[in-house]
Protein backbone atom coordinates (compact mmCIF):
# COMPACT_ATOMS: atom_id res chain seq x y z
CA UNK A 1 0.00 0.00 0.00
CA UNK A 2 1.06 3.69 -0.95
CA UNK A 3 -0.04 6.34 0.38
CA UNK A 4 0.36 10.31 -0.84
CA UNK A 5 -0.86 13.17 1.27
CA UNK A 6 -1.75 16.46 -0.45
CA UNK A 7 -3.38 19.48 0.30
CA UNK A 8 -1.44 21.06 2.85
CA UNK A 9 -0.04 25.05 3.12
CA UNK A 10 0.00 28.16 4.45
CA UNK A 11 -3.53 29.46 5.63
CA UNK A 12 -4.30 32.43 8.15
CA UNK A 13 -5.81 31.56 12.03
CA UNK A 14 -9.73 30.99 10.96
CA UNK A 15 -9.21 29.93 7.37
CA UNK A 16 -9.99 26.29 6.09
CA UNK A 17 -7.88 23.44 3.88
CA UNK A 18 -8.93 20.33 3.03
CA UNK A 19 -6.65 17.29 3.11
CA UNK A 20 -6.32 14.63 0.62
CA UNK A 21 -4.78 10.88 1.40
CA UNK A 22 -4.75 8.80 -2.51
CA UNK A 23 -4.30 5.25 -1.63
CA UNK A 24 -2.71 2.81 -3.95
CA UNK A 25 -1.45 -1.04 -4.48
CA UNK A 26 -2.98 -4.01 -2.35
CA UNK A 27 -6.20 -1.05 -1.13
CA UNK A 28 -8.78 -4.18 -0.75
CA UNK A 29 -6.79 -4.72 2.18
CA UNK A 30 -7.35 -1.38 3.95
CA UNK A 31 -9.17 -1.49 7.29
CA UNK A 32 -9.25 1.98 9.13
CA UNK A 33 -7.06 4.78 8.35
CA UNK A 34 -6.49 7.59 10.05
CA UNK A 35 -4.67 11.01 10.14
CA UNK A 36 -1.67 12.23 12.49
CA UNK A 37 0.12 15.54 12.96
CA UNK A 38 3.87 16.08 14.63
CA UNK A 39 4.58 19.59 15.28
CA UNK A 40 8.42 20.85 16.03
CA UNK A 41 9.41 19.18 18.86
CA UNK A 42 6.16 16.69 20.13
CA UNK A 43 5.29 13.31 19.10
CA UNK A 44 3.34 12.58 16.51
CA UNK A 45 -0.40 12.22 17.48
CA UNK A 46 -3.99 11.23 16.62
CA UNK A 47 -5.82 13.39 14.58
CA UNK A 48 -9.00 11.37 13.22
CA UNK A 49 -9.92 8.10 12.12
CA UNK A 50 -12.69 6.50 9.85
CA UNK A 51 -13.77 2.98 9.88
CA UNK A 52 -13.19 0.98 6.26
CA UNK A 53 -17.06 2.15 5.20
CA UNK A 54 -16.70 5.01 7.13
CA UNK A 55 -19.72 4.49 9.53
CA UNK A 56 -17.66 5.48 12.64
CA UNK A 57 -15.30 8.33 13.12
CA UNK A 58 -13.09 9.39 15.84
CA UNK A 59 -11.33 12.79 16.82
CA UNK A 60 -8.60 14.08 19.06
CA UNK A 61 -10.50 16.48 21.81
CA UNK A 62 -8.72 19.39 19.94
CA UNK A 63 -10.10 19.22 16.75
CA UNK A 64 -13.53 18.21 16.94
CA UNK A 65 -15.84 20.25 15.91
CA UNK A 66 -13.57 21.98 13.50
CA UNK A 67 -12.47 18.88 11.42
CA UNK A 68 -14.28 16.42 9.53
CA UNK A 69 -12.69 12.73 8.13
CA UNK A 70 -14.13 11.01 5.30
CA UNK A 71 -13.10 8.66 2.80
CA UNK A 72 -14.19 7.78 -0.81
CA UNK A 73 -13.17 4.19 -0.91
CA UNK A 74 -14.14 4.53 -5.00
CA UNK A 75 -11.60 6.79 -5.47
CA UNK A 76 -9.11 5.02 -3.01
CA UNK A 77 -8.70 8.70 -0.63
CA UNK A 78 -9.31 9.95 2.34
CA UNK A 79 -9.48 13.38 3.20
CA UNK A 80 -9.72 15.57 6.38
CA UNK A 81 -11.83 18.80 6.13
CA UNK A 82 -10.02 21.40 8.42
CA UNK A 83 -12.13 24.62 9.39
CA UNK A 84 -11.06 27.50 11.77
CA UNK A 85 -7.76 26.62 12.08
CA UNK A 86 -5.62 27.87 15.18
CA UNK A 87 -1.94 28.48 15.46
CA UNK A 88 -1.50 25.40 17.19
CA UNK A 89 -2.73 23.10 14.42
CA UNK A 90 0.55 23.97 12.69
CA UNK A 91 2.31 20.16 11.63
CA UNK A 92 3.21 18.01 9.93
CA UNK A 93 0.16 16.26 8.87
CA UNK A 94 0.79 12.43 8.19
CA UNK A 95 -2.04 9.63 6.88
CA UNK A 96 -2.04 5.75 7.86
CA UNK A 97 -3.35 2.89 6.55
CA UNK A 98 -4.09 -0.09 8.29
CA UNK A 99 -4.45 -3.78 6.61
CA UNK A 100 -6.03 -7.11 7.39
CA UNK A 101 -2.76 -8.64 7.46
CA UNK A 102 -2.66 -6.28 10.40
CA UNK A 103 0.25 -3.99 8.92
CA UNK A 104 0.21 -0.26 8.99
CA UNK A 105 1.57 1.94 5.89
CA UNK A 106 2.46 5.62 6.60
CA UNK A 107 2.23 8.65 4.13
CA UNK A 108 5.27 10.88 3.30
CA UNK A 109 3.58 13.85 4.91
CA UNK A 110 1.79 17.46 4.51
CA UNK A 111 2.70 20.89 5.87
CA UNK A 112 0.19 22.78 7.32
CA UNK A 113 1.07 26.22 8.68
CA UNK A 114 -1.15 28.41 10.17
CA UNK A 115 -0.56 31.87 10.82
CA UNK A 116 -1.85 34.41 13.68
Known amino acids: VQLVESGGGLVQAGGSLRLSCAAS????????MGWYRQAPGKQRELVAT????????NYADSVKGRFTISRDNAKNTMYLQMNSLKPEDTAVYYC??????????WGQGTQVTVSS
Open 25 to 32: GDTFSITV
Open 50 to 57: ITSGGGST
Open 96 to 105: KANTWGGYNY
